[in-house]
C-alpha cells in the first residue's frame, strides 16, 4: 500500500513534467497548427544557460529565472527566424524544419557546452519527505515541481481566459482570418505563443534536470513522453495535454515500479496506440464546431 | 517495362565498380561503402514512403532493429545460410510494418510523427526488457565469415560490401520499378489528395499500408546488413538519432527521389569522419568535431525546406537542365509534396496569398 | 484631389482599375468601382462573378497586382488586413465571421481590438452596441454557437461596427437566413446608412432584395465591370436582369 502511495506521487510529479513540454506543445500547436520538434532542445538549452549562471552567481534562483527569460527569447527568436517562413506550406515542411531545429540546437550545446554529463542542483531539498514514519517517496522539490507547474499553468490560464492578450491568442487560434479583420496582429500573436511555450520547455527543462543530468541529448526522452501525453490529451486541448500527461506519468510510474523499468516506452506506446485507435485525434479531441 | 532492362544495365555497372573500387581501397574504405549501402537501403525505403505516400515517420529506426535481431537471433540459433537469414528478416519486418501501417492508416500529421516516433523509442528497449532472449545493454553477436569458395585470403571487409552493395542495389532497381508502376502513382495521388484518389477508385488505406510495407521490409534488410557487417546488434545501436539520421538523408538529398537516398546516404555517412578530421586537425577538440555535422544537418535541413525543396537531387536537376536547355522528355519531376489541403486546412493562419475559391 | 462621382458626392472608396486572383487564376480583371460617401452600394452579378474576391482585394485579405484602392485619397492596396481595418474598413466576410467558440461579448471585443482607446470608452461602446441589438444582449455571457442564424449576422455587424469603420463591406449578409430574418437584415443595413452615414458595400446574391435597399450597384460578370448605375434603373433594365441577375 505505501509502494503504490510512492508510485502515485512519483508519478504525479513526473506528470507534472510532462504536463509542461505538452502544454507548450499545444499552445503552439493551437496557434500555428505546427508541431515544434524542438521544444525539448530548446528546453535543454536553456537550462545550460542556467547552469552557466549559477556557475558564475552561485544563486539556484538566478539561474532559475535567466532560464525562463531564455526561454521567452529562445521561443520568439526560433518562430521569428525559421518557423514564420513555413506558415502556408505543406505541413512536412515545419516538421522537417523543427527537427532541424533540434539537432542544430543539440550539436550547438555540444559545440559550446561538451558532451560530458553534468549535474544540475535542485532549488530545494531532494531528501524523501515522511509521515510519521512512512516514506512518501518524494521530495521537498518534487513537490516544487508540481506546484511549479500547476501554478505556471493556472496563470496562463487566467492569462489566456480573462486578459485582452488572451483573447487575442485565442481569436487568432480559432480564426485566423476574422483575427486578422479585426485589427489583430496575428503574426505577433503567434511569435508571443512561441515565446510562452518557450518559457514552459525552459521550466520543464530546470525542473527535471536534477534528476536525468544535464547533456545534450537529455530532454529527447522527456520531450517524446511529453509530446505522447498532447497527443493522447488532444492537440487543441490544454487540459486534455495536462489529464494526459498527469494519466502517463503515473502509469509509467506504476510499470516502472511494479514491473521492470525498461518496459515505460513500450508501455506508453500500447496506451498512445489504444487512444488513437478510438479517438483518433485524441481524448479531448472536440467535435469541429461548424463555423456560421 | 521498357527501362527495366536500362536499369539493370545502370545496376550492373555500378555493381562492377563498387567491385573494383573495393578491390583498390584499404578495408577501412570497404567498410565504408558498406555503411552507405546499408544507409542507402534504409533510405530509399523511408524517402518512398514520405516522398512518395506522404506519410512521415520518425521510427524507421525500430524497423531496422528489427531487421537485425531477427537476423542475429537466426544466425545465432539455426545458422542458416545468410541469404536466407537476410530475406527472412526483410519478410519479418514487412509484416511488422504491415502492422504499424495498419494502426497508423487513420493517423496523419503530427499524429502520425507522434505514434512513429514512440514507436522508435520503445521498440528496441524490448531487447533490454527481455535481455535473456535478446542479449539485454550488451546485445548480440553476430558471425559472418567469407564463404569458402572465395578462398582463405579473401577479405571478410571485402565480401561485407559486395554483399551490402549488391543488397542495396537490388532493392534500388526494385523500388524504382515501383516508383513508376501503379502503385507508385498511387502514392502519389494519396499523397497529394486522399478525396480525390479515393474518388478515383483508389483504396487509400490500402495504398498507405502498402507503403509502410515497403518501406519497413528496406529499413529490415537495411539492419540484416547492418548486424552481418558489424557483428554486434545491441539497443544502442538503434536510438532516436538513426531515426532522425535516415529522415535527415532523405530530406537532403531529396524526399521520394532514388537518386537522393544515394546523396543523402553519402552525405550522412562520409561528412562525419571527414570534418571530424578537418576539425581536429585545426586544433578543435574532438567533442566539437563530432557536433559540427550535426549542426551543419540541422542548418540543411531548415534550408532544404525553405529554399531547396528537393535537396540535392533537385539542385542536380536543375543544374542538367540549365546546361542541356528544358527537355520536354526529361524526367525532371515533381519529387516533393505538392501543397496539400489537411484535414484542418480552415484553421491555418490566412496568409496574403490564399487559396481559395472565387465567389 | 478628390475624386467626383457625377452626382457630387465625394467617393468614400474609389476602387481603380483592380487586378487580383488567386495563383494562375485571375478572378478580377480592371474593375473600377466607387462607393458615395453614406451610400448604399450593391456589388452583383452570379457565383464566381468576383464578388467576394473583389471585398478581400480591399480589405487586405488578398494582395491585388495592379490597381488602386483610394478611401480617401489615401491608396491602401496592398497593405495588411490589420492596416486597413485601422484605416477605416471593415470587413464583414462570407458565412464566417462569428467565432462559436468564445462568448458573445468575446466576441464583441475583438471588434475592438484595433483601437487605442481605453477601457471606458470601450465598455461604453459596447453598451451601445447592445443597446442597438437587444438579443445580444441578453445572450452576452452565452458562447455564440448558441445564437441562431441572424443572431449571428448580427453580432458580426456589431463587432464590424465595433471598429468604427468608415466603410462597412458586407459579403452576403442575407446568406442562410429566413425570408423574414432577411428582410430585418436588409433593414438593419439601411438603417446604418442613413443614421450614421457609413458607406456600405454590399455584396449580394440576391439581387433583387439588394436593388431594393441600395442607392448604386455594379454589376460583375467572371471578372469585369459589364454594369454601373444607379439601382434604380439596373433594377429597370429587364435584359440586364434576366442575363446577370437571374430575375
Redesign the interface.
Known amino acids: 500500500m505505501v509502494e503504490f502511495l510512492q508510485f502515485t506521487l512519483s508519478g504525479i510529479v513526473f506528470g507534472m513534467i510532462y504536463a509542461a513540454i505538452a502544454l507548450s506543445l499545444v499552445l503552439i ?1 493551437r496557434g ?2 505546427l ?1 515544434n ?1 524542438a521544444q525539448g532542445g530548446m528546453a535543454m538549452l536553456t537550462t545550460y544557460v542556467a547552469i552557466e549562471v549559477i556557475y558564475k552567481t552561485h544563486s539556484y534562483w538566478a539561474g532559475f529565472v535567466v532560464a525562463l527569460v531564455a526561454g521567452l527569447i529562445l521561443g520568439a527568436a526560433s518562430e521569428l527566424t ?1 518557423v514564420r ?13 523543427t ?10 550545446a ?2 559550446l557546452f ?2 560530458q554529463y553534468r549535474s544540475f542542483p535542485a532549488g530545494f531539498s531532494i531528501i524523501g519527505l515522511k509521515v510519521g514514519s512512512t516514506a512518501l517517496g518524494v521530495s521537498r522539490f518534487d513537490v516544487f515541481t508540481a506546484l511549479a507547474v500547476l501554478a505556471t499553468t493556472l496563470i496562463l490560464a487566467v492569462m489566456f481566459r480573462y486578459t485582452t492578450a488572451g483573447l487575442r491568442m485565442r481569436a ?3 480564426n ?2 476574422v483575427a ?1 479583420l479585426s485589427g489583430i496582429r ?1 503574426a505577433r500573436v ?1 511569435t508571443v505563443g512561441w515565446a510562452l511555450a518557450g518559457l514552459l520547455g525552459a521550466l520543464a527543462g530546470v525542473l527535471v534536470s536534477p534528476s536525468t543530468f544535464l547533456y ?2 537529455s530532454m ?2 522527456i520531450f ?1 513522453l511529453g ?2 501525453a ?2 493522447i490529451g488532444g ?1 487543441d486541448s490544454p487540459v486534455g495535454a495536462v489529464v494526459g500527461a498527469l494519466l502517463l506519468g503515473i502509469a509509467l510510474s506504476y510499470v516502472g515500479g511494479y514491473l ?1 523499468s ?5 508501455v ?2 500500447g496506451i ?2 489504444v487512444v ?2 478510438i479517438r ?3 481524448l479531448f479531441a472536440a467535435a469541429r464546431m461548424r ?1 456560421v | 517495362m521498357r527501362t527495366l532492362p536500362r536499369r539493370l544495365a545502370v545496376a550492373v555497372i555500378v555493381a562492377v565498380i563498387v567491385a573494383f573500387l573495393s578491390i583498390k581501397l584499404n578495408a577501412f574504405r570497404d567498410y565504408q561503402i558498406a555503411e552507405i549501402a546499408i544507409e542507402v537501403t534504409a533510405v530509399a525505403g523511408l524517402t518512398m514512403l ?1 516522398g512518395l505516400s ?1 506519410q ?1 515517420s520518425l521510427g524507421n529506426g525500430a524497423f531496422m532493429a528489427i531487421g537485425a535481431y531477427t537476423t542475429a537471433l537466426l544466425l545465432m540459433h539455426l545458422n542458416w545460410p545468410f541469404y536466407l537469414v537476410l530475406v527472412i528478416a526483410a519478410a519479418v519486418t514487412a509484416a511488422a510494418g504491415a502492422v504499424v501501417g495498419i ?1 497508423a492508416a ?2 496523419h ?3 502520425l ?3 512513429t ?3 522508435g ?3 528496441p ?2 531487447a ?2 527481455y535481455a535473456g532472449a535478446f542479449g539485454g545493454d550488451q546485445g548480440l553477436n553476430v558471425v559472418f565469415t567469407v564463404p569458402a569458395f572465395l578462398g582463405v585470403n579473401f577479405p571478410l571487409t571485402r565480401w561485407q560490401a559486395w554483399v551490402s552493395a549488391l543488397v542495396a542495389l537490388i532493392v534500388l532497381v526494385l523500388l524504382a520499378n515501383l516508383d513508376r508502376s501503379r502503385i507508385g502513382r498511387n502514392w502519389r495521388a494519396v499523397r497529394d489528395n486522399e478525396v480525390a484518389a479515393t474518388l478515383d477508385g483508389i483504396n487509400v488505406a490500402a495504398a498507405r499500408v502498402r507503403a509502410f510495407v515497403v518501406s519497413a521490409a528496406c529499413a529490415g534488410l537495411a539492419g540484416a546488413l547492418l548486424a552481418i557487417v558489424t557483428g554486434l546488434v545491441a539497443p544502442g545501436g538503434f536510438t ?2 538513426l531515426s ?1 539520421a535516415l ?2 538523408a532523405a ?1 537532403i538529398g531529396g ?1 521520394g527521389s532514388l537518386p537522393g537516398a544515394l546523396w543523402g546516404s553519402l552525405v550522412i555517412v562520409l561528412v562525419p569522419t571527414y570534418v571530424t578530421d578537418v576539425a581536429t586537425s585545426h586544433g578543435l577538440s574532438s ?2 568535431g ?13 534550408l ?3 529554399v531547396f ?1 528537393n535537396g540535392i537531387q533537385g539542385g542536380l536537376l536543375r543544374l542538367v537542365s540549365a546546361f542541356l536547355g528544358p527537355d520536354p522528355k526529361s524526367r525532371i519531376r515533381r519529387t516533393a ?4 489541403v ?1 484535414p ?1 486546412a ?11 475559391g ?2 | 484631389m478628390t475624386d467626383r462621382a457625377a452626382d457630387g458626392n465625394s467617393a468614400a472608396l474609389l476602387v481603380d482599375g483592380l487586378v487580383a ?3 494562375e ?1 485571375t ?1 478580377l480583371n480592371d474593375v473600377t468601382v466607387t462607393a458615395q460617401a453614406g451610400g448604399i452600394t450593391a456589388v452583383l452579378g452570379a ?7 473583389l471585398l478581400r482585394a480591399v480589405s ?4 491585388p497586382r495592379r490597381g488602386r484602392i483610394l478611401l480617401a485619397d489615401h491608396d491602401v492596396a496592398g497593405r ?2 490589420e492596416q486597413i481595418v485601422r484605416a477605416g474598413i471593415a470587413h464583414v466576410p ?1 458565412g464566417q465571421g462569428v467565432i462559436p467558440e468564445l462568448t458573445v461579448e468575446e466576441n464583441l471585443r475583438i471588434g475592438m481590438m484595433s483601437w487605442r482607446g481605453g477601457r471606458p470608452a470601450r465598455a461604453a461602446a459596447m453598451e451601445e452596441e447592445y443597446t442597438r441589438f437587444k438579443p445580444l444582449a441578453d445572450r452576452r455571457r452565452k458562447l455564440a454557437s448558441t445564437l441562431s442564424g441572424g443572431e449571428r449576422q448580427m453580432l458580426v455587424i456589431a463587432r464590424a461596427l465595433l471598429a468604427r469603420p468608415r466603410v462597412l463591406l458586407l459579403d452576403e449578409p442575407s446568406l442562410g437566413l429566413a425570408p423574414r430574418v432577411m428582410a430585418q437584415v436588409m433593414d438593419l443595413v439601411v438603417r446604418l446608412s442613413r443614421e450614421r452615414g457609413l458607406t456600405i458595400v454590399l455584396v449580394e446574391q440576391n439581387a433583387r432584395s439588394a436593388l431594393a435597399v441600395a442607392d448604386h450597384g455594379v454589376v460583375l460578370n467572371l471578372g469585369r465591370v459589364v454594369a454601373s448605375a444607379d439601382a434604380a434603373t439596373l433594377a429597370a433594365d429587364v435584359a440586364l436582369r434576366h442575363h446577370y441577375l437571374g430575375f
Open positions: 500547436w500555428t497548427r508541431l520538434f525559421v517562413p513555413t506558415v502556408g506550406k505543406p505541413e512536412l515542411n515545419s516538421v522537417i524544419v527537427i532541424g531545429l533540434l539537432i542544430f540546437y543539440e550539436g550547438l555540444g559545440i561538451g558532451g487568432a487560434a480559432f485566423a482570418t486578422r496575428v503567434l545534450p541529448n529527447d526522452a517524446v509530446f505522447t498532447a497527443v492537440l521492470n525498461d518496459l515505460t516506452s513500450l506508453a506506446l498512445l496506440v488513437l485507435m483518433p485525434n485524441g463555423r | 514520405t506522404g512521415i494502426a487513420r493517423l500529421g503530427p499524429y510523427a507522434g505514434a516516433l514512440l514507436l523509442v520503445a521498440l528497449s524490448l533490454l526488457a532516436l538519432t532522425i529522415l535527415t530530406v524526399l567533442t566539437v563530432s557536433n559540427i555535422p550535426i549542426v551543419a544537418y540541422g542548418v540543411l535541413l531548415i532544404v525546406m525553405l525543396p509534396p505538392a501543397p496539400h489537411t484542418s480552415d484553421e491555418a493562419p490566412a496568409s496574403q496569398h490564399e487559396k481559395e472565387t465567389s | 486572383g488567386y495563383g487564376v478572378a457565383n464566381g462573378a468576383g464578388k467576394t474576391t487586405g485579405l488578398i494582395r495588411s488586413p462570407e
